[in-house]
């Protein structure tokens, strides 16, 4: 079980510029979620995907966008960067037989620096 | 929104001690509090979880703890060994009340250091 799976592991950027992060779920999950974690701090609830729609968000702005594909798969978009978006982008896979939010399985996570 | 507040920041143990870890929630309505656990270059990874109906849970050297009235919840670690170094990290989650979707919100995490 390849587990949760994220590419890429590091990306540079430079403030303005847009990136995509993806991601690919366990094995069996058909929910994904993505977090932002800040250096020091938890990780903190972008949104969730279900059924390829964004069924759940927390306090980002709109510059921060993302899709569900058929296959579960995931990714991540944000627009216009700021260095404050540099953190790690975790997500997170978990069964819709759980409720949500609940047993989550993180992948490694995306290392994003905007220089 | 809710609150996780979690004490310590940092923990040193030698191996062998308890390690205690503490937190705090604002949300009464908050009934799932899980642990992770996030070693370095690794995503968090869970590591036990407990619902508002139950008081306390155990799994081997780990346990959680949960005072509803309080609003606190405590995970404890026995018989520390080297590889429980890591920074760990207490959630609490709560239904939405209108689509019954439930938010995680993190504490900031504890940093354990268990010296041999």
């Known amino acids: 079980d390849a587990g949760v799976t994220q590419s890429p592991t590091h990306l540079i950027k430079t403030r303005g510029q847009q990136v995509t992060l993806r991601c690919s779920p366990k094995s069996g999950h058909d929910t994904v979620s993505w977090y932002q974690q800040a250096l020091g701090q938890g990780p903190q609830f972008i949104f969730q995907?279900?059924?390829?729609?964004?069924?759940q968000r927390g306090n980002f702005p709109d510059r921060f966008s993302g899709h569900q594909f058929p296959n579960y798969s995931s990714e991540l978009n944000v627009n216009a960067l700021l260095l404050g978006d540099s953190a790690l982008y975790l997500c997170a896979s978990s069964s819709a037989g759980t409720p949500p939010n609940e047993k989550l399985f993180f992948g490694s996570g995306t290392q994003l620096s905007v220089l | 929104g809710e609150n996780v507040e979690q004490h310590p920041s940092t923990l040193s143990v030698q191996e062998g001690d308890s390690a205690v870890i503490k937190c705090t929630y604002s949300d009464s309505a908050s009934n799932y509090f899980p642990w992770y656990k996030q070693e370095l270059g690794k995503g968090p990874q869970l590591i036990i979880d407990?619902?508002?109906?139950?008081g306390e849970k155990k799994d081997q050297r780990i346990a959680v703890t949960l005072n509803k009235t309080a609003k606190h919840f405590s995970l404890h670690i026995t018989e520390t060994q080297p590889e429980d170094s890591a920074v760990y990290f207490c959630?609490?989650?709560?239904?939405?009340?209108?689509?019954?979707?439930?938010?995680?919100?993190f504490g900031k995490g504890t940093m354990l250091l268990v010296s041999p």
């Open positions: 959630a609490a989650s709560r239904a939405d009340g209108d689509s019954g979707y439930s938010t995680l919100t």
């Open positions: 995907y279900y059924e390829e729609e964004e069924r």
């Open positions: 407990i619902r508002s109906n139950v």
